[in-house]
């Protein structure tokens, strides 16, 4: 089981009642809007720590996913973790998508990214792992015509209970509306344990699901089951922001950890 570390500890402590309530109060940056301190890269096909071709940088206060020194992308999808481990919580993130799609990424990445949460420890992924064992809150951005919800849920290497009953598709839809163009959008994840989970839009309830779960059938969450002495219920876990092929910034990465 992860262990929660001084920080999410410090961050779960009460407020002092004699504390001025505070627009916002209980948020905490994670990203300094300066540095990558506190995150670390794994991109496929490379070590834990190796950030390939400069992918993950910090411009003008955002984090961004680049791909100008790529000569095509080649399937090197790539996380970015943080270095503590949550199980309470409400995560917000505000993401847009610029430019153009990587050369040879997949079509249906195209405006594709997103946050992984109740993550596998880093340090137990494959070299050549995709994606690490979590819960994916996906992030789509509009192209132009149609409809293309964000915040949306997929889950590599687990399951989630929907609508009272365990849910075994990859990925399924909110009903969020669309953001075309390259407009910055708020995405909030409400992450209790092994219970209830709610996505947010620019504060609206978009999904709610619950049971987080490891996918014993899943060669790389199989290994975690073992680890676990056969428990599947996922309660905690690390965040990771995502990189598949398409260009994205995340202005703005802050949590406020719940009582449980």
């Not at 407020?15 to 300066?34: C, N, T, Y």
């Not at 910055?184 to 409400?190: C, F, K, M, N």
Request: with cysteine; charged share 25%.
């Amino acid at each position: 089981m992860f262990r929660l570390t001084p920080l999410a500890l410090l961050l779960a402590l009460p407020a002092s009642p004699a504390q001025e309530p505070k627009k916002d109060a209980g948020w905490v940056p994670l990203f300094d809007g300066k540095t990558l301190d506190g995150w670390t890269p794994k991109v496929k096909g490379y070590e834990l720590g190796d950030n390939h071709a400069d992918t993950f940088r910090v411009k003008d206060g955002a984090i961004t996913v680049n791909y100008d020194k790529y000569d095509e992308f080649g399937g090197k999808f790539g996380h970015l973790f943080y270095k503590d481990a949550f199980s309470h919580y409400r995560l917000r993130v505000e993401y847009r998508f610029v430019g153009d799609q990587a050369k040879g990424g997949p079509g249906w990445a195209t405006r594709n990214s997103g946050v992984m949460f109740h993550c596998q420890d880093p340090k137990t992924m494959r070299k050549d792992q995709d994606f690490p064992v979590s819960v994916e809150a996906q992030f789509l951005g509009g192209l132009g015509k149609g409809n293309r919800t964000t915040n949306n849920m997929c889950s590599p290497g687990t399951h989630v209970v929907l609508d009272g009953k365990l849910f075994k598709t990859h990925c399924t839809s909110s009903k969020s509306k669309t953001y075309d163009g390259d407009q910055w959008v708020t995405a909030e994840i409400e992450v209790n344990g092994g219970g209830a989970v709610r996505h947010f839009v620019n504060g609206d309830l978009v999904l709610e699901y619950k049971e987080p779960q490891l996918d014993e059938a899943d060669k790389d969450a199989a290994p975690l089951v073992k680890a676990r002495g056969g428990k599947v219920l996922l309660e905690e876990g690390y965040i990771a922001l995502q990189a598949e092929s398409h260009p994205v910034e995340f202005r703005k990465v802050e949590i406020k950890v719940l009582k449980k």
